[in-house]
């Protein structure tokens, strides 16, 4: 379970293919800090730390995650959004996040809003039930409140602080970005699924 609260950058070094998996060594501040087997936010991905060497750590996504979310697109240089998981004795200042992207979303739109920036993402209609103004969900790991939306886009405002500690500032229009929706809103649309069933 993760915040959205992004600790660092990690910049990827190298992407091994081995049948339908890849493998990444990625580079980052605290990769030294982390150890083997544990669970670390990827843009949002929970993957397991397979190995540490100095500041670089290596990760493996299966196919089912290349599939859902933006890591089949990654290549030497790109920089990713990096958390460790949440200890249950500190602050929860972002949402609850699971690291299980549900689908991506494209950017459409980079607004500069003097100070501030508006970024408008597209996403699957299959998902708008799961959207509500002022409503959270993880953006590339980031724990972000969303606002204008409809039935298949919505619009996120970016601080300064996290335009420059993630890598919302290397975002261009049509890029492909991983998306989870709140985990509560999920449980109650399920719930109420199943009540129209019975």
């Known amino acids: 379970m993760f915040t959205g609260i992004i600790e660092s950058s990690a910049k990827v070094l190298e992407v091994i293919t081995s049948g339908t998996n890849k493998s990444f060594w990625l580079q980052s501040a605290i990769s ?40 089949g ?12 998981c949440l200890q249950m004795n500190g602050r929860l200042d972002g949402h609850f996040v699971q690291g299980h992207v549900d689908t991506t979303g494209i950017l459409q739109e980079i607004k500069e809003m003097d100070g501030s920036w508006q970024l408008t993402f597209s996403y699957p209609k299959a998902f708008a039930h799961l959207m509500i103004e002022k409503g959270s969900i993880s953006m590339n790991g980031i724990s972000l409140t969303i606002f ?17 500690h993630t890598n919302v500032r290397n975002m261009r229009t049509g890029d492909i970005v991983n998306l989870e929706f709140d985990v509560v809103g999920k449980y109650i649309a399920r719930s109420l699924e199943l009540g129209r069933k019975v």
């Open 32 to 71: 030294d800090q982390f150890k083997v087997d544990q669970s670390v936010s990827h843009d949002g991905v929970c993957l397991t730390v397979e190995a540490i060497a100095e500041d670089r750590h290596r990760v493996t996504a299966i196919l089912e995650t290349l599939e859902k979310s933006n890591l």
């Open 148 to 164: 204008n939306v409809t039935e298949d886009a919505f619009s996120v405002a970016i601080i300064p602080y996290t335009f420059n």
């Open 73 to 84: 697109k990654w290549e030497a240089g790109t920089i990713v959004n990096i958390e460790r």
